[in-house]
């Protein structure tokens, strides 16, 4: 999950870098290539970021979920274990 949230970290300042790189050589009317280029590094950039935080959103329910059924299933042995010692003592 940490891996996850520092990639899209990176992929939001990518995308806006190279979207006020993009937007200074548009005001400049420099570099139609360049300005292409850099357009669509942002727009993958951008595209991947989103689907890195979907991603991301998704996976944290899903281990919460899974968290819920560690504790309950825990509880649950920790009870098996104590009718279990309680007979083994009698």
């Known amino acids: 999950m940490n891996a996850l949230a520092v990639t899209c970290g990176a992929l939001g300042g990518i995308c806006i870098a190279t979207g006020a790189a993009g937007a200074g050589l548009l005001a400049s009317e420099v570099g139609f290539m360049a300005r292409l280029v850099l357009e669509g590094i942002t727009g993958a950039a951008g595209l991947l970021d989103v689907t890195g935080v979907a991603i991301s959103r998704d996976y944290s329910t899903k281990n919460a979920e899974h968290e819920v059924v560690r504790v309950l299933a825990t509880a ?9 010692s ?5």
């Open 76 to 84: 649950k042995l920790n009870t098996v274990h104590g009718h279990i």
């Open 86 to 90: 309680k007979a083994v003592k009698d």
